[in-house]
């Protein structure tokens, strides 16, 4: 059974950046798509990144394209977010998710989710 378990968030100030990380344990990560989300109380989880199995294909949320950069590191069995110029709108729970499949934005296609991973940003 895959786990997933995000790491990296924290309070940052806006304009900082943060480097999110998604272990896997349990299973090859390298056979699965995974995709970043993050949600708000009250308001649905929303698709941020995804990236391909290989790491040769990803793709971005308009709202957040040029701010968030996916990358995965298969040896490590990491996949990772970056998230550069937070804004006070960015403050979510952001989670991981994994598929054996195609690398979607759409969080009803994922069947492995981690704990989350609070972001917040105030100054």
């Known amino acids: 059974q895959l786990q997933l378990v995000e790491s990296g968030g924290g309070l940052v100030q806006p304009g900082g950046s943060l480097r999110l990380a998604c272990a896997a344990s349990g299973g090859t990560l390298d056979h699965y798509a995974v995709g970043w989300f993050r949600q708000v109380p009250g308001k649905e989880r929303e698709g941020l990144a995804c990236?391909?199995?290989?790491?040769?294909?990803?793709s971005y949320a308009a709202a957040v394209n040029g701010r968030f950069t996916i990358s995965r590191d298969n040896a490590k069995n990491t996949v990772y977010l970056q998230i550069n110029s937070l804004k006070q709108e960015d403050t979510a729970i952001y989670f991981c998710?994994?598929?054996?499949?195609?690398?979607?934005?759409?969080?009803?296609?994922?069947?492995?989710w981690g704990q989350g991973t609070q972001v917040t940003v105030s100054s």
């Open positions: 990236i391909s199995h290989s790491g040769g294909s990803t």
């Open positions: 998710a994994a598929v054996w499949g195609m690398a979607t934005l759409k969080s009803n296609f994922y069947y492995y």
